[in-house]
């Protein structure tokens, strides 16, 4: 069906001043039907049901990293679905790695006090001045002021390069990685250095997309070519997955929380 009569007519009615608060309404509201911007609890962001219908096939001793682990709850809801995976968890903030490692007592994984991005040395980690290890922060320098309009103070911490710590740890493939660190996932996979183009396999690849992508400069379609040969969906509530692998510019540069599934063709199961 040929819609564009019935935009062109909604533009020429319905795009005026008087009704932007309308207009911006309904926008909100297809925005979540879309899948993006259901932050508010676990349902609706839907990561953990794929996680756990993931997990569920694993093989025993399948590597996980979760990059930008925090205290530690996506940690633990790996555990909880999948005990039989090899975990390593990277947490850079050193109030948020304590509490990442109290929580994960006695749990057989690998905890990383380290960034992880394109050097090993060190970073600037800016979170909120009160510098309780919140969830939002991050090596880029103007997120805690300008999307969350705190006031920030950095800390100096590791950081260390993916292609470096899987050849230290002889790690040969990866099966699930998460990536949430708040703006700065491009330098996460661009730390892989030429893995990824020389076939070393990733199975999956979550990665939350968000504005701090603004504030690094980081388009959706950067993404798509740095993991060529992925399909990508995005995650909608109660974990039900929507391929935007085709999906027009104007519909995936779409910088708002949403929670974005990176699946290696080859290896695209029928999971869902």
Not at 25 to 39: A, D, M, T
Not at 239 to 253: D, M
Request: charged share 20%; with cysteine; hydrophobic share 45%.
């Amino acid at each position: 069906m040929n819609l564009n009569p019935v935009y062109r007519l909604y533009g020429a009615v319905f795009a005026r001043p008087a009704l932007y608060k309308l207009n911006r309404f309904l926008y909100n509201l297809s925005l979540r039907g879309l899948g993006i911007l259901n932050w508010e609890n676990e349902n609706l962001q839907g990561e953990v049901a794929v996680l756990r219908r993931v997990l569920s096939h694993a093989p025993s001793g399948a590597v996980v990293f979760d990059v930008g682990a925090n205290v530690g709850k996506y940690s633990e809801k790996v555990l909880e679905a999948a005990p039989h995976v090899n975990l390593h968890a990277f947490e850079p903030s050193p109030t948020a790695f304590n509490a990442l490692q109290t929580r994960l007592e006695g749990k057989k994984l690998e905890c990383v006090q380290s960034a992880v991005g394109l050097t090993n040395g060190t970073a600037k980690l800016y979170d909120y001045a009160s510098g309780d290890g919140s969830g939002h922060a991050t090596l880029q320098d103007n997120v805690i002021e300008r999307v969350h309009g705190g006031v920030s103070q950095a800390v100096e911490v590791p950081l260390l390069r993916l292609d470096t710590y899987i050849a230290a740890n002889d790690i040969e493939s990866i099966y699930w990685m998460k990536i949430d660190v708040e703006g700065r996932e491009m330098d996460v996979l661009d730390g892989l250095g030429s893995l990824i183009e020389d076939g070393f396999p990733i199975r999956f690849v979550q990665i939350e997309f968000n504005e701090m992508n603004v504030l690094s400069g980081t388009f959706m379609e950067a993404f798509c070519n740095k993991l060529k040969g992925y399909r990508v969906f995005r995650i909608l509530p109660g974990g039900r997955l929507l391929e935007i692998s085709e999906e027009i510019v104007t519909l995936r540069e779409i910088f708002a929380f949403q929670n974005l599934l990176f699946c290696c063709e080859e290896n695209a199961i029928d999971l869902w």
